[in-house]
């Protein structure tokens, strides 16, 4: 007897979905029965780690109240990465991610974490403008630091931001995780509500409707998460496959949405290891 056939992904069949079927394809705290004791020990965590660790803390890239990046100083001569948050461009900050550090400090690296103005205060071009501004400053700190290559590298929203950031000069190579990269059924879902995309934002910021970057990225999504990320992170790294773009698909087994930056934290966490190899394994 062959096997039944796949159910195909939400964006496959989107004209058909009811609006409650649009919505819960991008809910992922839904998805995630637990999501709330994730977010709860996440938040516990990074709080503890935060105040602890040797850093630069609140340095502003930009005259925005949340135009701020935390630097976790590493190794010189060591890679950096820039980790992004997510939070659909209208949640969170870098504060409650800091822990996420953990796993490429213990290999010397320096980790810098940005937060951006959230909407619907910003527009999206807004934060991506903020992100590049970030990098700006990031490169001036990494010659008085003496960084390495920089990797870009984001998660969920961040994940879309990385990407598109991934041609900013003083980048060498980018990691996305769980990402969003095209946004077009983002409008017909809750979430638009304080985004409000227009057309030409949809255009402009989807990296599924731009040719790739040369640079390397790896593409990491989990086999747990909406099957909508999932289709997302497959069709980016399609693009880029035919595109001859290196870099590889890194599906994490049995992770979903919250659970896959525990690859982040961990020294010996495949994230941490895609990171790594990025870079030629220095450090």
């Given at each position: 007897?062959?096997?039944?056939?796949?159910?195909?992904?939400?964006?496959?069949?989107?004209?058909?979905?009811?609006?409650?079927?649009?919505?819960?394809?991008?809910?992922?705290?839904?998805?995630?029965?637990?999501?709330?004791?994730?977010?709860?020990?996440?938040?516990?965590?990074?709080?503890?780690?935060?105040?602890?660790?040797?850093?630069?803390?609140?340095?502003?890239?930009?005259p925005?109240?949340?135009?701020k990046?935390?630097?976790?100083?590493?190794?010189?001569?060591?890679?950096?990465?820039?980790?992004?948050?997510?939070?659909?461009?209208?949640?969170?900050?870098?504060?409650?991610?800091?822990?996420?550090?953990?796993?490429?400090?213990?290999?010397?690296?320096?980790?810098?974490?940005?937060?951006?103005?959230?909407?619907?205060?910003?527009?999206?071009?807004?934060?991506?403008?903020?992100?590049?501004?970030?990098?700006?400053?990031?490169?001036?700190?990494?010659?008085?630091?003496?960084?390495?290559?920089?990797?870009?590298?984001?998660w969920?929203?961040g994940?879309?931001?990385?990407?598109?950031?991934?041609?900013?000069?003083?980048?060498?190579?980018?990691?996305?995780?769980?990402?969003?990269?095209?946004?077009?059924?983002?409008?017909?879902?809750?979430?638009?509500?304080?985004?409000?995309?227009?057309?030409?934002?949809?255009?402009?910021?989807?990296?599924?409707?731009?040719?790739p970057?040369?640079?390397?990225?790896?593409?990491?999504?989990?086999?747990?998460?909406?099957?909508?990320?999932?289709?997302?992170?497959?069709?980016?790294?399609?693009?880029?496959?035919?595109?001859?773009?290196?870099?590889?698909?890194?599906?994490?087994?049995?992770?979903?949405?919250?659970s896959?930056?525990?690859?982040?934290?961990?020294?010996?966490?495949?994230?941490?290891?895609?990171?790594?190899?990025?870079?030629?394994?220095?450090?």
């Amino acid at each position: 007897m062959s096997a039944p056939a796949s159910k195909p992904a939400p964006q496959e069949v989107w004209e058909s979905l009811s609006q409650a079927e649009r919505d819960a394809a991008y809910n992922n705290n839904a998805a995630v029965p637990t999501s709330a004791a994730w977010v709860a020990e996440r938040d516990g965590a990074a709080a503890a780690f935060r105040s602890s660790a040797k850093a630069l803390l609140d340095l502003p890239y930009g005259p925005g109240a949340r135009q701020k990046l935390d630097l976790y100083p590493g190794t010189r001569g060591a890679p950096c990465l820039v980790f992004i948050h997510g939070g659909y461009w209208q949640r969170n900050s870098r504060e409650v991610f800091a822990h996420y550090a953990e796993g490429l400090l213990a290999h010397g690296w320096s980790v810098v974490m940005p937060s951006y103005t959230l909407a619907p205060e910003a527009r999206l071009g807004d934060i991506v403008k903020e992100m590049e501004a970030a990098l700006d400053l990031v490169a001036g700190l990494g010659a008085e630091h003496g960084f390495g290559p920089m990797v870009v590298s984001g998660w969920s929203a961040g994940a879309q931001l990385a990407v598109l950031a991934l041609d900013h000069p003083a980048v060498a190579a980018g990691l996305a995780v769980s990402g969003v990269y095209e946004l077009a059924p983002i409008r017909d879902t809750y979430l638009n509500g304080a985004l409000d995309l227009s057309p030409e934002e949809i255009a402009a910021f989807s990296p599924l409707r731009h040719a790739p970057s040369p640079k390397p990225l790896v593409i990491a999504y989990g086999t747990a998460e909406v099957p909508a990320l999932v289709h997302d992170s497959r069709a980016l790294a399609a693009q880029r496959v035919a595109a001859h773009a290196p870099g590889a698909l890194l599906p994490i087994l049995g992770a979903h949405h919250f659970s896959i930056l525990d690859e982040l934290r961990r020294p010996d966490g495949q994230l941490v290891r895609a990171a790594r190899d990025l870079t030629g394994g220095l450090s």
